[in-house]
Each structure stands twice: as structure tokens, then as C-alpha cells.
């Protein structure tokens, strides 16, 4: 079965700019995997806030910017700041079988 | 604004049942715009798409869970709900309702802890 696949962590420093990506462990990710994106802090709901590869839902600052970097979906945080600092995670449609994945997650930290 | 509310037990005995409630307000959930469905996370783990339900009436669930799962609409009081059949302490989980359409979930409820105990 096709893993959705994420860095398990990643640092930035703040006011630096970050790539997370997500891949499959078979493949590559197109549009055609509707990839979406999450800010999640641990114990509370997700923020979506990446939708359909590249459009920012409402309220979503333009410092995070989607995109399909060659076989990867990504996400890029530029002017990254403390709040930044929380769990990510991706969404991926594989097919009619396994339907949706989230990828593992990639914990954020910003210093 | 579309917003939900997760509601139900809050533990559950193992090999028993596992019911939750999604109460939606703000929007009706009879459009055939969204779907509608259920994430899952363990603690300290991440997130696991449980499945959706259309209002049309098909449903489509993760496959390492269809088995277990039954995901059903209540269009008369604008809820859906979630049932996992034999359960275990590998189901204790933060437990979110969403809605969701082929671009992302989005809005989700706040989520409703679940323990699986005897």
C-alpha cells in the first residue's frame, strides 16, 4: 500500500524561509492527488491552510505558499515566526481503493 | 460559518462499540457540495482519515477500517454520525468530524477524546 510521506522534523530560524514536502513512498504527487495542507498544535483541531495544491483559505497569511516541487507536493514558509512552530500535515487523494491519506506529519520548530 | 460539534462517550469497553454524533450548524449538510466525514488521532500520533459520506449516500472509508466502520447521515437534525464495531485500546483516539470536498477538510469540529478501557 502507497505511503504518504513527510520529514519527521525540520528547523527553521525565525524570519528564515522553510520547504516541507510530501511525497509517496511510490510515485510522484500531481494536482490530480488534490494535496492540502494542515497547522496543527497538539490536542487541538487543524487549521487548513492549503487547499487544491496552491490556494490559501481564509485568513491564511501569503507567507505560506503551496506547490508541486518536481515529484513532491510542498508547502514554503517564508518570514517564519514563533507561532509557525507546530505540527504540519498532508492530505493526499492515491485512488479509489485507499481513498485519502494524511502523511505522518513534520514537527515545526522555529529558533 | 459552517461549524460542528463532536459529541458521545467519552470511554468505551473494549469489543463494544464506539457511536459518536457531529451536530452541523450553519449549513445544510443535504447539499451535494461536501461530504462529510471522520478523523482520527492517537495520542502523540498523527492523523488518519477515517472516512466520508456523500449526501447522495455513498460512502467511501480507509481500508484498513471499512470493516468496522459505518459512517451515516441524519439530514432531519443536521448530524452525522460514526460507529466502530469491536473495539480496542488501539482506537483510543482524538476523534474530529469535518467536512470535506476534493479540495480539503475544512472547517473541522474541535474533536471529542475516546478511551478505550475496561
Known amino acids: 500500500q502507497t505511503a504518504v510521506t513527510q520529514e519527521p522534523s525540520f528547523s527553521v530560524s525565525p524570519g528564515g524561509t522553510v520547504t516541507l514536502t510530501c511525497g509517496l513512498s511510490?510515485?510522484?504527487?500531481?494536482?490530480?492527488?488534490?494535496p492540502s495542507w494542515y497547522q496543527q498544535i497538539p490536542g487541538q483541531a487543524p487549521r487548513t491552510l492549503i487547499q487544491s495544491t496552491n490556494t490559501r483559505s481564509s485568513g491564511v497569511p501569503d507567507r505560506f505558499f503551496g506547490s508541486i516541487l518536481g515529484n513532491k507536493a510542498a508547502l514554503t514558509i517564508t518570514g517564519a515566526q514563533a507561532d509557525d512552530e507546530s505540527d504540519y500535515y498532508c492530505l493526499l487523494y492515491l485512488d479509489s481503493v485507499s481513498n485519502w491519506v494524511f502523511g505522518g506529519g513534520t514537527k515545526l520548530t522555529v529558533l | 460559518q459552517v461549524q460542528l460539534q463532536e459529541s458521545g462517550p467519552g470511554l468505551v469497553r473494549p469489543s463494544e462499540t464506539l457511536s459518536l454524533t457531529c451536530t452541523v450548524s450553519?449549513?445544510?449538510?443535504?447539499?451535494?457540495?461536501?461530504?462529510w466525514g471522520w478523523i482520527r488521532q492517537p495520542p502523540g500520533k498523527g492523523l488518519e482519515w477515517i472516512g466520508i459520506?456523500?449526501?447522495?449516500?455513498?460512502?467511501y472509508f480507509n481500508p484498513s477500517l471499512k470493516s468496522r466502520v459505518t459512517i451515516s447521515l441524519d439530514t432531519s437534525r443536521n448530524q452525522l454520525s460514526l460507529k466502530l464495531t469491536s473495539v480496542t485500546a488501539a482506537d483510543t483516539a482524538l476523534y474530529f468530524c469535518?467536512?470535506?470536498?476534493?479540495?480539503?477538510?475544512?472547517?473541522w469540529g474541535q474533536g471529542i477524546l475516546v478511551t478505550v478501557s475496561s
Open positions: 459520506i456523500y449526501p447522495s449516500g455513498g460512502a
Open positions: 469535518a467536512r470535506q470536498s476534493s479540495s480539503a477538510i475544512d472547517p
Open positions: 511510490s510515485g510522484s504527487v500531481s494536482t490530480s492527488n488534490h
Open positions: 450553519g449549513g445544510s449538510i443535504s447539499r451535494n457540495t461536501y461530504h
